[in-house]
């Protein structure tokens, strides 16, 4: 429940929100405070605002996600690495209830997943540097960037592809992560 205030009541209410956006539906604070019977100030004690509440919702559906799938890719160095930004990104493109919102709230959207000052986009480039930093323990690989830099890099570009649809007029492509990912860390191989 990243990004919750607390409490019990504030568990329900960021589960019932979870469970709304996984259905495709827009978050609307009036509606889901009226769902559980408290005026618009009690639920935003406990969840914070709509984006804090969407940042918290997102957060907990790429954690496993990504936990998923640095589990099940086997490999080494930038290659590993790559793979995972790969199957990470087509998560995110294969997912309707992720697709509903970028398609409903672009603008929202993209603030909320792509920006600097995201909480979101720095929780997933900590994510990539903790794999960037343990490839470079394992000695997979060496790069000259920092690993804060390198991971940020790494996070633009799934971005970049993922969201190409709607900064572009491109269509989404995976595929494309991981190429894109395997020659910035100069990994090639199978």
Do not use: C
């Not at 997943?113 to 490839?135: C, K, W």
């Amino acid at each position: 429940m990243t990004g919750v205030r607390g409490g019990p009541d504030a568990a329900v209410a960021f589960r019932m929100a979870r469970r709304r956006f996984l259905a495709g539906e827009r978050l609307d604070m009036q509606e889901l405070a009226a769902s559980l019977g408290v005026d618009r100030s009690t639920l935003f004690r406990w969840v914070g605002n709509r984006d804090q509440l969407l940042v918290a919702v997102l957060t907990s559906l790429a954690d496993p996600t990504l936990s998923d799938i640095v589990a099940t890719v086997r490999g080494s160095g930038g290659r590993r690495v790559a793979r995972i930004a790969g199957r990470y990104a087509e998560a995110l493109i294969g997912a309707p209830y992720y697709r509903s919102f970028l398609q409903r709230e672009t603008e929202r959207a993209l603030r909320l997943i792509t920006t600097r000052a995201s909480p979101l986009q720095q929780h997933v480039v900590d994510v990539f540097a903790g794999l960037v930093e343990q490839e470079r323990l394992r000695g997979g690989f060496v790069h000259d960037l920092d690993t804060r830099d390198l991971a940020y890099v790494i996070v633009r570009v799934i971005e970049s592809f993922v969201y190409a649809d709607l900064i572009a007029g491109e269509r989404p492509d995976a595929a494309k992560v991981e190429a894109a990912i395997a020659a910035i860390l100069h990994d090639d191989g199978p």
